[in-house]
């Protein structure tokens, strides 16, 4: 007999939480207080970033498959 697999809703949830209005504020926020743009200087930062890293990866597509089109997104960004 086969033992089901759990299911896991992880990616489904994180989605669902950022992806309203609400949700995308608090998580520009969350990289932004990480200092997620900035160049990590010491290994608590290094942490900070890897753990926003971590949570862009649970929402679903912080990944190397997805090279083409974050490379399209960030050449169709406004200019600051």
């Known amino acids: ?7 896991d809703n992880t990616v489904v949830d ?7 209005d ?3 504020r608090v998580l520009g926020n969350m990289l932004m207080e990480a200092k997620f ?12 970033e890897n753990f ?7 929402c679903g597509s912080y990944h190397v498959d997805n090279i ?3 490379v399209n997104n960030l050449m169709t960004m406004r200019i600051q």
């Open 52 to 58: 926003m890293k971590t949570v862009l990866t649970k």
């Open 1 to 7: 007999m086969f033992k089901k697999q759990p299911v």
């Open 37 to 48: 743009f900035d160049y990590t200087k010491t290994l608590e930062e290094q942490a900070v």
């Open 22 to 24: 609400a949700g995308k």
């Open 14 to 20: 994180y989605r669902r939480c950022f992806s309203t």
């Open 68 to 70: 083409d089109e974050y």
